[in-house]
């Protein structure tokens, strides 16, 4: 199945304020012994990073992945995962071969993927279509094409899913969904599936199954699967027993993939594992690499504040991928309490029916009410924000418009990381703070 990782343990930085210099990461020190000191922490935004101090009353726990590293270069992690994967990658295949790929949203390493995928197979190029996996997201632009695929770019043809284009209709799954895969892809004689496994907050983990379902899937198909985001078990980290990752899985099989491979990334974006087969053992065997690195322990009562980024740049390029990370910031923060979250947003809010919801309607039930009737992709989002924001006080560091940010998302601009730190640590002389830099990868699981 592949090649995986040794582990390594990171703990938080912790710095006792007595230099003007540039802070460390929150990921570097190990924490000092005795009395509490103030900790500078810095967390990333957009493309660099962002600090602020937390006083020595301040009783803080950091929570962020155990990384893994790699065990060997890249290269040789994705060659293993080809040379073991069950089935293989067939080389010479004939008729022609669709490859998809992930877009803009997503920080999967395509290039390097491809070396070893497109270097194995035998094929013409002409016959070879790369498809990117847009799901309802808009097409990836020629600037970003050229960044997913580096030196491939212009070797082969490349496309965007469109979810509202032409579809091939498969029938239903058991849960009643519509499967209608795009048609290029159904219609190829060779289907290779390239992504990565992470966390994802109701369909348990991205990766395998969803590299068809969302990515290449028509938006009747997508709403109608996402719609299973209000039963029980729809939750981050969870396959077995999830309703949505089931139905994906129905659905992709449904559809039929050749061969998928699949990576899991560390925080840094290194390749600690790869794997490679059939889309369903492909999946699995990534999550239990994920559990390892992002599945962390949270003991004790919920917090009084956490400090939560979106990862930076891609995961927070806007509110609609931004959001994950506040999600998990609700799974250890009491009912009441404050998060601050730290997201650039460069895209804005990133999904117009997600703002249409948002300025529609005024609570999430009046969401839930809505999607139970006709489920529409985008205000799923909305309802997650609205309960997220009904439930607890949240502040904002962005780049978004502040009106917009206080007025349609409900939330608290700030100017500055320590703005909000301060903002949600005025009046509590002791609180209990949980600091999350990397939240979109990071599973508080309380004990």
Do not use: W
């Not at 004689?189 to 290449?216: M, N, Q, T």
Request: glycine residues 10%; aromatic residues 6%; charged residues 25%.
């Amino acid at each position: 199945m592949g090649i995986s990782a040794e582990a390594s343990t990171r703990r938080s930085t912790l710095s006792r304020v007595t230099s003007p210099a540039r802070p460390r990461s929150v990921k570097t020190f190990y924490p000092p012994r005795g009395p509490r000191v103030a900790m500078r922490i810095e967390l990333p935004y957009g493309r660099g990073f962002v600090s602020a101090e937390i006083p020595e009353t301040a009783d803080v726990t950091v929570l962020h992945p155990r990384p893994l590293k790699p065990s060997a270069p890249a290269g040789e992690i994705i060659s293993e995962a080809l040379e073991s994967a069950s089935p293989g990658l067939e080389e010479e295949p004939s008729g022609r071969v669709v490859i998809v790929v992930d877009d803009h949203t997503r920080p999967c390493p395509t290039e390097v993927m491809l070396d070893h995928v497109l270097g194995r197979l035998r094929v013409p190029r002409d016959r070879i279509t790369v498809i990117f996996a847009t799901g309802t997201h808009r097409p990836v632009s020629p600037d970003e094409a050229r960044e997913i695929l580096g030196k491939h770019h212009g070797t082969v043809e490349a496309v965007s899913h469109d979810c509202r284009g032409g579809h091939v209709y498969l029938g239903e799954t058991s849960r009643g969904t519509p499967v209608a895969i795009d048609e290029l892809y159904q219609t190829a004689d060779y289907r290779i599936l390239l992504g990565d496994v992470e966390p994802h907050y109701f369909a348990g983990y991205g990766g395998g199954r969803k590299s068809i379902l969302p990515g290449v899937s028509s938006y009747e198909t997508i709403q109608a699967n996402h719609k299973m985001m209000f039963l029980p078990g729809a939750e981050v980290g969870v396959l077995d027993g999830n309703p949505v990752s089931e139905d994906m899985e129905e659905a992709a099989d449904m559809a039929g993939a050749e061969f998928t491979l699949d990576v899991v990334q560390n925080a840094e974006h290194e390749i600690v594992s790869a794997h490679g087969g059939h889309h369903r053992d492909v999946l699995r065997a990534g999550a239990r690499v994920v559990d390892r690195m992002y599945k962390v322990r949270y003991e004790g009562e919920p917090a009084d504040v956490v400090i939560v980024a979106a990862n930076g740049y891609p995961h927070d390029v806007d509110l609609y991928q931004a959001y994950k990370a506040l999600h998990m910031a609700l799974r250890v923060v009491k009912p009441g309490g404050t998060v601050v979250f730290v997201a650039e947003c460069r895209d804005g809010a990133g999904n117009k029916k997600f703002v249409e919801y948002m300025r529609r309607y005024s609570t999430s039930g009046e969401v839930e009410a809505a999607l139970r009737r006709t489920f529409e992709l985008g205000g799923h989002k909305a309802y997650y924000h609205l309960r997220a924001v009904e439930r607890n006080r949240i502040l904002f560091l962005t780049s978004m418009d502040p009106a917009e940010v206080r007025g349609l998302y409900k939330m608290e601009p700030v100017s500055s990381l320590q703005e909000g730190v301060d903002a949600a640590l005025r009046g509590l002389p002791n609180p209990k703070v949980v600091v999350m830099p990397e939240g979109t990868t990071t599973i508080p699981v309380r004990v």
